[in-house]
């Protein structure tokens, strides 16, 4: 597979787990959203990881952040991130 394709695959798989994640905390923890952030510095050269934090209407963290790698097979499921969150 050429990069071009490998990076269009990966942003897409990245794209699809933010929606669910988006999507799970919504029905978790009504009122809240996920605030999703990334690496910084060295790191995101070494793993292409991602992160969400629940926040509610106020602006107040209601998690620590979650970190996640996009490459991982499977979905996220409703389950996991309550687990995670919690």
């Given amino acids: 597979m050429s990069r ?10 990245k794209s699809k787990m933010r929606k669910q994640i988006a999507a799970h905390v919504a029905a978790l923890f009504p009122g809240c959203t996920a605030e999703f952030v990334g690496q910084q510095s060295r790191a995101k050269l070494v793993a292409r990881t991602f992160g969400f934090r629940v926040k509610d209407q106020r602006g107040k963290y209601k998690s620590n952040i979650v970190w996640l790698d996009p490459a991982s097979p499977g979905s996220v499921s409703l389950a996991w991130v309550e687990h995670a969150v919690s």
């Fill in 4 to 13: 071009r394709k490998t990076q269009t695959t990966k942003a897409h798989a």
